[in-house]
Structure formats: structure tokens, C-alpha cells
């Protein structure tokens, strides 16, 4: 369960870092993962880097995600 604490930092919490992640993927729908990593630490900082991974797992758990390895893409899933 994703609990809040008085010490999260919001702008760089799983989340956010999520949020960020859907909104670049929205347009185009598919990036290659390095492309994503960029925006990521752009829009949020070199902190978003920590929660980077954390975040594509989360999505890829909730199935928004798909990866693929032969081209080193993320693509969105409708859904």
C-alpha cells in the first residue's frame, strides 16, 4: 500500500513520477526508455532518477505499460 508520510516530498514521489511518465507516453504513445528517463529527470529533477524505476514497475504492474526488447521501447496500453 502506498502510505504518505509527513517527511514525502510529493514532487518527486512514485506517483508524480508516474503521472509524468503517462503524460509523456500520451501523445505519441510509445518512447524509448532513455527518451523517458530524460523527461522524467527534466520535469522533476535529478531526484525523479530515483523513483524511475519504481514507477515504470508500478505501471507495468497496473498494465498501463508494455516493453519491448528488441527495440528498447515502452509503449502505452490502452486501457
Do not use: C
Not at 514525502?8 to 523517458?36: F, H, I, N, Q, Y
Not at 524505476?53 to 505501471?59: E, G, H, K, R
Not at 498501463?64 to 527495440?71: A, D, F, I, K
Request: proline content about 4%.
Amino acid at each position: 500500500m502506498l502510505t504518505p508520510t509527513k517527511r514525502l516530498d510529493l514532487d518527486t514521489s512514485l506517483l508524480r513520477v508516474a503521472s509524468v511518465m503517462l503524460k509523456a507516453l500520451s501523445p505519441r504513445g510509445v518512447m524509448e526508455l532513455e527518451t523517458l528517463r530524460s523527461v522524467v529527470t527534466t520535469r522533476i529533477g535529478p531526484d525523479g532518477e530515483l523513483s524511475f524505476m519504481a514507477a515504470l514497475s508500478f505501471l507495468y504492474t497496473l498494465g498501463r505499460l508494455e516493453y519491448h526488447t528488441h527495440n528498447d521501447t515502452i509503449e502505452l496500453r490502452a486501457g
